[in-house]
């Protein structure tokens, strides 16, 4: 049977399919999640190249637990986005060298990473200002106003509770605006 | 600058937040064709990977399969008490076929421990019932 990334077969159904052997069905479902596993990953990451690495890592999972995967536990997007996140953190940690959760939030328009923001390109601006965001906050407003996720759902890939993560969307928002102040004359926000 | 004034440009740069949000929402990064096949490369691996350890087992299948063939059919058959059963049934016909029925009657009349005139008019049917008349037959030979 071919399969494509429109096709109307379920998420679970598709993975299952491949779980049974089914090219077609692998061949959909890489359509249909790996833009969303790299979209995320390189929102998270700010760099292409490893977020293609975390994609390509997340769809291995997926094949990986195609087999056992158990129907109407859990969303299929929302086992990937957790995966991806997970992969994220991990990437983001060993690339710093330190806990995250130990970095100090930014204060609001932190001079010398606005300084940083070089680039006058609005989603350059946006890409810098999510870097600078505390990994937990990033991936909260990354998954709530990027990928459009309700907080519900947001909480069931964070694996927190959804005051949780209405607080760090709120947090991680009015940082990105405090972030965003310094350029918006260059982002052509400025005579607005 | 005042508070109102203050609000205001906070009310307005969170409006420009979320504009600039909802524009990168829109924008989809294209799937890069080589990661494409970079991930159907490893979905191809997994299910070669899956298939993989089943070829030792499918090696050996041929005595499997002997084996449960020979199961099956003595489960269907009722096992070996039964195969027994037949087995004996089957030597005990072959026996009659070759002594014929005059000398089973004579084996039966030793084994039940009485004379074979009696054996002959032992009748569990009233009248002429087929195997009265055969015995009669066979006695007038």
């Not at chain 1, 957790?82 to 609001?108: F, H, K, Q, S, W």
């Not at chain 1, 709120?170 to 918006?184: E, N, S």
């Not at chain 2, 600039?20 to 990661?35: C, F, I």
Request: proline share 4%.
């Amino acid at each position: 049977m071919a399969f494509d990334a429109s096709s109307q077969a379920s998420d679970e159904v598709l993975l299952v399919l491949y779980g049974n052997g089914d090219r077609g069905a692998a061949r959909a479902l890489a359509l249909r999640f790996t833009p969303l596993a790299l979209r995320v990953a390189a929102r998270m990451l700010g760099d292409r190249a490893e977020a293609e690495d975390v994609a390509q890592e997340a769809m291995l999972r997926l094949w990986r637990v195609a087999p056992e995967w158990r129907q109407g536990e859990a969303r299929v997007s929302t086992w990937l986005y957790r995966v991806v996140a997970n992969l994220c953190t991990d990437r983001l940690r060993r690339r710093r060298g330190v806990g995250l959760d130990e970095i100090a939030e930014p204060e609001d328009g932190t001079p010398g990473v606005v300084e940083r923001m070089i680039d006058t390109d609005r989603a350059s601006a946006l890409q810098d200002a999510l870097d600078a965001l505390p990994e937990r906050q990033r991936q909260a407003v990354v998954l709530r106003h990027l990928e459009g996720l309700t907080n519900p759902e947001i909480a069931a890939v964070m694996q927190i509770g959804v005051e949780a993560v209405e607080s760090l969307t709120a947090r991680g928002k009015r940082a990105l605006a405090a972030l965003l102040a310094g350029q918006r004359d260059e982002l052509g926000y400025g005579h607005g | 600058m005042n508070w109102g004034m203050a609000m205001a440009d906070r009310n307005h740069q969170a409006d420009e937040l979320d504009t600039l949000l909802a524009a990168a929402s829109r924008e989809l990064p294209e799937l890069p064709p080589a990661l494409l096949a970079r991930v159907l490369e490893d979905a191809e691996a997994e299910l070669a990977a899956r298939a993989a350890p089943r070829l030792p087992m499918a090696a050996s299948r041929p005595a499997a399969v002997t084996g449960g063939i020979l199961a099956d059919l003595l489960a269907l058959i009722g096992g070996w008490r039964a195969i027994s059963g037949l087995a004996t049934a089957t030597i005990a016909g072959v026996w009659i076929g070759f002594a014929g029925l005059g000398t089973l009657s004579v084996t039966a009349a030793d084994l039940l421990g009485v004379s074979s005139d009696t054996l002959v008019t032992f009748n569990l049917l009233p009248g002429d019932d087929v195997f009265a008349l055969a015995m009669g037959l066979e006695d007038t030979e």
